[in-house]
């Protein structure tokens, strides 16, 4: 069990350019989250996915934020057009649907975004 | 919608000491699960204990421990015999249908 990983671990664009970042989740875990951090506060929901179903997308999410799992293993989450408001920590995490241990999320280092 | 407060911006305390890190949370739900996260700066979210709303019993992880008190909707976590590595944000999440997390409280440990 190597834990969640994410890449990069950190980005830096200019505005107006995509990014996207990779998250890779424990192996055996069929939900995958992902969240924004700002500086000094507690994370936000922005999406999940069961297996390869994204299954609910925060309002936080705008059309600009495109997310995806398509075999159902690793995620990757697409920012277009970026933003200097896109500037956060975006956090990976996943978890069992159904087990001892549904409902504990196991977080990944995350991905520091920085919009010039 | 669920909240969660964490009402104690920053905490400080003395190696070895016992420190009470404040949460409350608001909820309709009957069944959920409540969380204590551990955020040391610029390093990884860890988790460091996870409380049952069904089960009455407060949860305990070595020298962490929780108070449960479900009919408050209050959630706080004690840590025992404070050490310098326990500095951090820590950060109270719900679980119902998502996971919602409180602000943090920056705990700051003195040698």
Known sequence: ?116 | AQTVTQSQPEMSVQEAETVTLSCTYDTSESDYYLFWYKQPPSRQMILVIRQEAYKQQNATENRFSVNFQKAAKSFSLKISDSQLGDAAMYFCAYRGNKLVFGAGTILRVKS
């Open chain 1, 1 to 116: 069990d190597t834990g969640v990983s994410q890449d990069p671990r950190h980005k830096i664009t200019k505005r107006g350019q995509n990014v996207t970042f990779r998250c890779d989740p424990i192996s055996e875990h069929n939900r995958l989250y992902w969240y924004r951090q700002t500086l000094g506060q507690g994370p936000e929901f922005l999406t999940y996915f069961q297996n390869e179903a994204q299954l609910e997308k925060s309002r936080l999410l705008s059309d600009r934020f495109s997310a995806e799992r398509p075999k159902g293993s690793f995620s990757t989450l697409e920012i277009q057009r970026t933003e200097q408001g896109d500037s956060a920590m975006y956090l990976c995490a996943s978890s069992l649907a159904s087990g001892g241990d549904t409902d504990t999320q196991y977080f990944g280092p995350g991905t520091r975004l920085t919009v010039l």
